[in-house]
């Protein structure tokens, strides 16, 4: 099928998708996700699953796109993905790009050119062997046929959200949750960070958003607590809605001033909001009337509070949670539902791929953690460098050691992706900059996600998808290690959010080309990496050692003719060593005995039966 001339509708995507299983059925499950999106009355979201006539299997990757709606071409080159693999796979042939001639906007306007590209039969078939390959080509349908339809909408370069209708706030920016912050994970960043230390160094919230101005991150209940806490003795602090900011609000005031203040808002309104509690607080806030469903979240500024010598005032502000929109639950219920082990959220906005954590810095004391609240209104948010004295700089636990190794898999797994999209182009990757200009414009920076806004003023940001993907394992210990990244792909250069899909500037068939390097790198990886053995790999301390190597080559060769025999025992299999290797890491001796007198002993006596 070849390349879209333009942006492709959401309709016509999911026709696209259901055609797709219905012309390759035996490797080609189309699946309905379980809600419709969140604009009323709602469409379908679909995706699909690529595999070799399994059932579904561990393990599973999920490759998704468009969950901001202006980014156009991820879903387009996604899409394509899906349809290449399959034809490809089906008819035993490569992939191949043909040589692209592409535009860089100038000034002056420079042209590239771009050899042929080839993605070889073999590591196709070795995708679909190894992996069940989960496509989502369109998180966000609402949101990208907005942007389609309005070009020029005044917010920006384009449309970012969904469109839920925000009943409480008539201005059309107002309209809409930002999905890439309304996951489960530190969802309430208020609550996570201390805002005023947070704000020392970055003037807007951990969202790439202004904080207090719309609904970025979603809905939560009606209820919520606020307190004045950190030994606060005096001063005042302002309390914010759905855009709109209260008057100051004295230190120690009766609930009812603080009911007036807030129903005071435009936002909110006479009789919209009812205010409980003690003088000073703790203060129950609960919307009633027309504000009687779920709303925005309140956020406070408490920069004017005072208080002793070594205090730290502040606005304990607790919501019920998210009311996780559609979109968002869909990610969700594919994350739990189909066991995803690797993950790639893929972006449009300047050549990045980025690993976990976006929350916070990576670091390795593992008591500061997302489920740690004791850290909650405290953490900062800050390079070390920019924290200020008195104050301990906090990083989110990564883990490195065995037996996952994520703290340095995570960023091999980038640079893999980054070399291969380098590859694709034809670049030289040690030429100098200005040298080689398909390098100087293919050029993708690993690195975490929590320092990717830094460019643009912003730190740190919660509620992601890649943080949630990434965190379910540590919130479950008895799942499979998981990898998850983002990549933001395109450039200002090649029209920012809104490529030119057409000759002579070529800009998506440009980007459409580095999608698939990086995408079917990480496949790739994901078939080399998902299945290796843990409690082998533990007693090793690598998973490349030649026995770990041999049993997992092993373990492939029988499955291809005992598939059904191999899936039962990896089920098993699966189900306690995740437990064993874990118990393993850090026990020197035990993981010596298990080397010498379990691993090693299986291994030559199945070299011996193997003939090897």
């Excluded at 006539?53 to 998704?64: E, S």
């Excluded at 990434?470 to 959010?497: H, K």
């Excluded at 997992?552 to 598939?563: A, G, K, Q």
Aim: glycine share 8%.
């Amino acid at each position: 099928m070849p390349p879209p001339s333009q942006p492709t509708l959401p309709a016509d995507i999911i026709t696209a998708l259901t055609s797709l299983s219905t012309k390759y059925p035996d490797n080609c499950e189309l699946i309905t996700l379980p809600d419709k999106s969140a604009e009323p009355p709602g469409v379908d979201i679909k995706c699909v699953r690529l595999h070799d006539g399994n059932a579904p299997r561990d393990p599973a990757v999920l490759i998704m796109g468009g969950i901001h709606a202006r980014e156009m071409a991820p879903p387009d080159a996604l899409l394509r993905l899906a349809q290449e693999l399959l034809d490809a796979y089906k008819t035993s042939t490569d992939i191949v790009f043909p040589a692209l001639l592409a535009n860089v906007n100038g000034p002056p306007v420079t042209s590239v050119s771009y050899p042929s590209y080839t993605f070889p039969i073999d590591k196709i078939k070795k995708i679909f062997g190894n992996i069940d390959l989960y496509i989502l080509p369109c998180v966000n349908p609402d949101g990208r046929l907005y942007d389609i339809t309005h070009p020029g909408v005044p917010f920006g370069p384009g449309w970012r959200r969904n469109r839920r209708p925000n009943p409480d706030n008539p201005d059309p920016s107002a309209i809409g949750t930002d999905l890439n912050r309304n996951f489960d994970i530190a969802w309430d960043f208020a609550r996570f960070f201390d805002m005023v230390l947070y704000r020392s160094k970055y003037a807007r919230g951990p969202s790439a958003t202004v904080d207090t101005n719309d609904t970025f991150n979603g809905i939560t209940g009606q209820n919520r607590t606020v307190t004045v806490a950190g030994g606060a003795s005096g001063g005042s602090f302002i309390l914010s809605f759905n855009g709109a900011d209260t008057t100051p609000i004295a230190f120690g005031a009766p609930a009812a001033d603080v009911q007036t203040k807030l129903t005071a808002l435009a936002t909110i309104g006479a009789g919209n909001a009812t205010v409980a509690g003690p003088d000073g607080g703790p203060y129950q806030v609960t919307f009633t009337g027309a504000r009687n469903h779920p709303v925005a979240m309140l956020t406070a500024n408490y920069a004017a509070l005072t208080g002793g010598a070594g205090s730290n005032p502040h606005i304990e502000i607790v919501h019920p949670g998210p009311a996780t929109e559609p979109e968002t639950k869909n990610v969700q219920w594919l994350m739990d539902q189909r066991k995803i082990r690797f993950f790639l959220d893929v972006h449009q906005a300047g050549r990045s791929i980025m690993y976990p954590w976006g929350l916070e810095d990576n670091g390795d004391d593992d008591t500061m953690t997302f489920q740690n609240h004791a850290w909650d209104w405290k953490r900062d948010g800050l390079l070390p460098g920019d924290v200020p004295a008195g104050h301990q700089n906090y990083s989110e636990f990564m883990p490195s050691k065995i037996p996952y190794y994520l703290g340095s898999k995570l960023p091999e797994i980038a640079n893999s992706m980054a070399t291969a999209i380098l590859e694709a182009a034809g670049a030289d990757p040690k030429a100098a900059t200005g040298a080689d200009p398909r390098k100087d414009h293919s050029t993708y920076a690993p690195g975490p996600i929590a320092r990717y806004y830094d460019k643009s003023g912003t730190g740190p940001l919660t509620a992601n998808s890649v943080d949630y993907i990434f965190s379910r394992q540590f919130i479950d210990t008895s799942r499979s290690p998981i990898y998850a990244l983002a990549m933001e792909v395109g450039a200002d250069e090649e029209n920012g959010f809104h490529p030119d899909y057409t000759p002579p500037n070529n800009h998506y068939l440009k980007i459409e080309r580095e999608v698939f390097a990086a995408c079917l790198e990480f496949a790739s990886v994901a078939a080399r990496w998902c299945k290796w053995c843990l409690i082998a790999t533990a007693a090793y301390g690598d998973h490349a050692h030649p026995d770990v190597e041999y049993l997992r080559d092993l373990r492939e060769r029988v499955r291809r003719s005992h598939p059904r025999a191999v899936a039962v025992l990896e089920r098993i299999y699966y189900s306690f060593s995740p437990a064993v290797a874990r118990f393993l890491t850090g026990r020197r001796r035990w993981r010596a005995v298990v080397r010498v007198a379990v691993v090693r002993p299986v291994v030559v006596i199945l070299k011996a039966c193997d003939g090897r």
